[in-house]
């Protein structure tokens, strides 16, 4: 499990890297030592005063140590993990209102509104940092939790699909999430008042190549470091094949599914809070501001679009087995 934890930290920090080279952003305005060692301290200081520090540390042991755990020593660390994730959700949300509470005394120094805003983001940023990090480790231990329970249950019969009901299938899927995303910025256009006539809402304003391929490099890393890259493969094999689970087989494809979701929403909600980290960093350019935060929220829509995707393999797997 310590060579989850380094993997995934060294994939989210080396993202974030990228994202702010891409983005313009100077890594000084990314990096905050201080208000990320005052987030790790409290956060340490609750996990511990919780009475779960014995049992969050187990979740470093080394894999052969971690296999002489008993189940009820694994199920207590993922209580641990729970908890930590909760925890660090809400002390992050802390630094956030008190930083907010501080830009908004300094409001009138019009010099210092995009760095102090700047900071606030941080708060929000550290906290889908850290739970970026302790989602791959739950899904590492949940993952290991299943098999060692060894269910052998029978797997439902289901009838195999044809290759057209196949095809048939993920052309619903496209062309619904293309009416979604259509219908919404129709609504939006239509309530919105647009004003500007610079720049015009095209189909290549939704195309950015690096925000695409840094939201799926970092989300496919991470459900590697987990274990669960062939699990992922092998479940959409069998969601397309209508192929038929075990309750084990079942519940280690919905945790890899579910993890790579999860992985893909906070990619692309870290990659956007980069981009407008950098856009309030350097506020002295004024006539491309509304651009610059549009292309930074494209990261977020890509990580919807991915999860909503996936949202459909999860509970197709689902019906593949019935208990």
Same mark, same amino acid.
């Given at each position: ?5 380094? /993997?995934?930290?060294?994939? !989210? &920090?080396? #993202?974030? =890297? +990228?994202?702010?080279? *891409?983005? %313009? ?57 729970? /908890?930590?994730?909760?925890? !660090? &959700?809400? #002390?992050? =949300? +802390?630094?956030?209102? *008190?930083? %907010? ?62 290759? !057209?009901?196949? #095809? ?156």
């Amino acid at each position: 499990m310590i060579f989850v934890f380094i /993997f995934s930290f060294l994939v !989210s &920090v080396g #993202v974030a =890297l +990228f994202t702010a080279l *891409v983005s %313009g952003c100077s890594i000084i305005f990314l990096f905050d030592i201080a208000e990320f060692l005052g987030i790790i301290l409290i956060l340490t200081l609750f996990v511990f005063l919780s009475g779960y520090g014995k049992s969050f540390c187990r979740v470093f042991s080394s894999p052969k140590k971690m296999q002489t755990f008993s189940l009820a020593e694994l199920r207590e660390s993922k209580l641990a993990l729970d /908890f930590t994730l909760r925890a !660090s &959700v809400y #002390v992050c =949300l +802390f630094f956030l209102i *008190v930083g %907010g509470m501080y830009f908004y005394l300094n409001f009138g120094f019009r010099q210092t509104m995009g760095p102090n805003l700047a900071l606030v983001l941080l708060s929000l940023y550290y906290m889908f940092f850290l739970v970026t990090i302790l989602i791959a480790l739950k899904a590492k231990l949940k993952t290991q939790i299943i098999l060692s329970m060894n269910e052998d249950s029978e797997p439902v019969q289901t009838q195999p699909l044809s290759t !057209s009901r196949v #095809v048939l299938s993920v052309v619903k899927v496209f062309c619904v999430l293309v009416l979604v995303l259509l219908l919404t910025f129709l609504v939006v256009f239509w309530c919105s008042a647009n004003e500007q006539t610079e720049f015009k809402l095209t189909l290549a304003w939704l195309l950015d190549a690096p925000s695409f391929l840094v939201i799926a490099i970092e989300s496919l890393l991470l459900l590697f470091v987990t274990g669960n890259f062939m699990v992922f493969w092998k479940t959409v094999k069998a969601a397309f094949k209508n192929s038929s689970l075990t309750v084990s087989e079942k519940n280690v494809s919905v945790t890899a599914v579910r993890s790579l979701r999860l992985f893909c929403i906070l990619s692309g909600l870290k990659c956007s809070l980069i981009g407008l980290v950098a856009v309030l960093a350097n506020l002295q350019d004024k006539s491309t501001l509304g651009a610059n935060i549009y292309v930074a929220l494209l990261s977020t829509l890509y990580g919807i679009v991915f999860a909503v995707i996936l949202l459909f393999l999860e509970y197709k797997v689902n019906r593949l087995c019935r208990e």
